[in-house]
Nanobody, 123 residues
Framework: QVHVVESGGGLVQAGGSLRLSCAAAGRTFSSYAMGWFRQAPGKEREFVSAISWRGDSTYYADSVKGRFTISRDRDKNTAYLQMNSLKPEDTAIYYC????????????????WGQGTQVTVSS
């Protein structure tokens, strides 16, 4: 069983930046794709970004493209989501995911989920 733990959430003003971290344990980190989803109050969980197990392919939701950057550090068993130019609509709980069954874009495809970290962007 893979365990992932997020950190780095917080409160930031619009236009600011945050970096989320996702530490993985339990299996060979480098063999699995990783990603991020988010869920705002009253809304469904949505795809944010994903990175292939090699780290050579990255994917982004249109709403964050050009502002967010996903990366991974194999030596540290950690993935990151650098979030710049944050907007109030980015406010949500952000979940790290690991080990996809195929597609990256739907929550059901991912086998391991973190507990989530709150990101709040004030206007």
């Amino acid at each position: 069983q893979v365990h992932v733990v997020e950190s780095g959430g917080g409160l930031v003003q619009a236009g600011g930046s945050l970096r989320l971290s996702c530490a993985a344990a339990g299996r060979t980190f480098s063999s699995y794709a990783m990603g991020w989803f988010r869920q705002a109050p009253g809304k469904e969980r949505e795809f944010v970004s994903a990175i292939s197990w090699r780290g050579d392919s990255t994917y982004y939701a249109d709403s964050v493209k050009g502002r967010f950057t996903i990366s991974r550090d194999r030596d540290k068993n950690t993935a990151y989501l650098q979030m710049n130019s944050l907007k109030p609509e980015d406010t949500a709980i952000y979940y790290c995911v690991m080990d996809s069954s195929g597609t990256y874009f739907v929550p059901e495809a991912w086998r391991s989920w973190g507990q989530g970290t709150q990101v709040t962007v004030s206007s």
